[in-house]
């Protein structure tokens, strides 16, 4: 199947401070990609689409000027946290789907688990 | 909306016997509907897709779902269970809204523990 590849598995920061999460499809394009936030032991929450070359959607609830969400071509989809919060920490996984939407199934990034300290 | 729930949050099972992990779907029109399995602390991976056709679907790994319209559900199973299919379980149905670029929409997630 497809690969997605999330950079980077883990990352520890400040309050404060910034972070910046990849997401690049490896072997396919995508026009879109998907930015989900998982708790512990809780499903998944989408957060965002990602849009390669328009403004991602948000879902409601979440603020866009504290993940900026950019798609910069179309194999290559980043989240930035920005001043990164305790209340922020969490597993974040970016997705993409194949091609024949609506009927190809999403593949997934490794996930990000980020702590903010 | 499109939405799916996972009625059981863990299912246990022995080694070697069958195992099931519930799913049921809400949707307007026809579900495409998904089964995904997270080992921890890490990304989903597809286990298999009903989009049309045959109401039963096999998947990776031994697993298969059956399609059932008239129960709205799409229950994942395996005939005989190993050690290693321990993981979290998610089923997901499609939002054919295309404003939200078709997104997955999954439920709470199953937690499978197979004991030796």
């Known amino acids: 199947g497809a690969v997605v590849s999330q950079h980077p598995s883990w990352v520890i920061c400040k309050s404060g401070t910034s972070v910046k999460i990849e997401c690049r499809s490896l072997d396919f394009q995508a026009t879109t990609m998907f930015w989900y936030r998982q708790f512990p032991k809780q499903s998944l929450m989408l957060m965002a689409t990602s849009n390669e070359g328009s403004k991602a959607t948000y879902e409601q609830g979440v603020e866009k000027d504290k993940f900026l969400i950019n798609h910069a071509s179309l194999t290559l989809s980043t989240l930035t946290v920005t001043s990164a919060h305790p209340e922020d920490s969490s597993f974040y996984i970016c997705s993409a789907p194949g091609q024949g939407l609506p009927n190809t199934e999403a593949f997934f990034g490794q996930g990000t688990r980020l702590t903010v300290v | 909306a499109q939405s799916v729930a996972q009625p059981e949050d863990q299912v246990n099972v022995a080694e070697g016997n069958p195992l099931t992990v519930k799913c049921t779907y809400s949707v307007s029109g026809n579900p495409y509907l998904f089964w995904y399995v997270q080992y921890p602390n890490r990304g989903l991976q597809f286990l298999l897709k009903?989009?049309?056709?045959?109401?039963l679907v096999k998947g990776s790994y031994g697993f298969e779902a059956e399609f059932n319209k008239s129960q709205t559900s799409f229950h994942l199973k395996k005939p005989s269970a190993l050690v290693s299919d321990s993981a979290l379980y998610f089923c997901a149905v499609r939002d054919l809204n295309s404003n939200s670029g078709y997104a997955l929409n999954f439920g709470k997630g199953t937690s499978l523990l197979v004991t030796p």
């Open positions: 009903y989009i049309t056709g045959d109401n």
